[in-house]
Structures are given as C-alpha cells and as structure tokens.
C-alpha cells in the first residue's frame, strides 16, 4: 500500500523546491499514525495531498497545536476513507493508484455523489 501513496503524492507533486536549510534537520517522525505508515520526510507531502483533495486546511482533520490527537472526529473519518480508497486500489491489476481522495471529493469536503445541477427539463427541451 506504502508504494499506492508515493505515486499519489508523485502526482500531487507541490513542484516547489525546499529551502536551501530543509536537509539540516531531519523531519519530526510523525506520531499516532493508525492507517498511513510512512516516515516523516513521507507525510507531509501525503497530507498536502489530502488537504488538496478536500479543499481544507490541516485543522479540518487535526487539532491545531496537536497533531497526534484523535479528539478531532475529522481524523477518524479520514482514516477510514483512506481505507476505502486503499482497498479500492488493491484491486487494480497494474499497481497504479486509480482512487484518491480528489477521485469523489473534488477539492470539496463533501464527496460529489451526482452530477451538478444542469439546465431543467424544460430549458433543454428548448435548447434542442
């Protein structure tokens, strides 16, 4: 599953280069990871990928200060969808990462489950 998230940051790629004095310290390993088990230098630009998806900042999901803690339900929910879309890729033949958190969400905090609002019955019939 470890290689299912590389490739998706890979897509998400920032593009932007670090600061010349980002490999002085060796990033914070994260802590309190239940679903993603990645290392520091791998989670921040999984994260970045995740508040792309959603269109959030990181206190969507986490409590600000604190970011190891389950008091946010956010982060629990986020879990289980990245679960989901974990298992979902499993069961692609070719290893690719097909299902991502943008896939549904669109950048939106509410997964898009039908198509927009379009023109009304009424108004295509008079478009035709």
Not at 57 to 63: E, I, P, S
Request: net charge neutral; hydrophobic share 35%.
């Amino acid at each position: 599953m470890r290689i299912f998230l590389i490739v998706f940051v890979l897509f998400v790629a920032w593009g932007q280069e670090p600061p010349a004095d980002a490999h002085k310290n060796p990033p914070m390993e994260p802590k309190n990871l239940k679903v993603l088990k990645v290392s520091g230098a791998e989670i921040m630009p999984i994260m970045h990928a995740f508040s792309a998806g959603l269109g959030v900042k990181c206190d969507f999901c986490h409590v600000k200060g604190d970011f190891a803690s389950d008091d946010n339900p956010h982060k629990d929910i986020a879990r289980k969808m990245i679960v989901m879309a974990q298992q979902i890729n499993t069961n692609f033949p070719d290893g690719k990462m097909h299902v991502t958190c943008y896939t549904c969400h669109r950048g939106e905090t509410e997964p898009k489950t039908h198509p927009g609002e379009g023109p009304s019955k009424e108004e295509h019939q008079h478009q035709h």
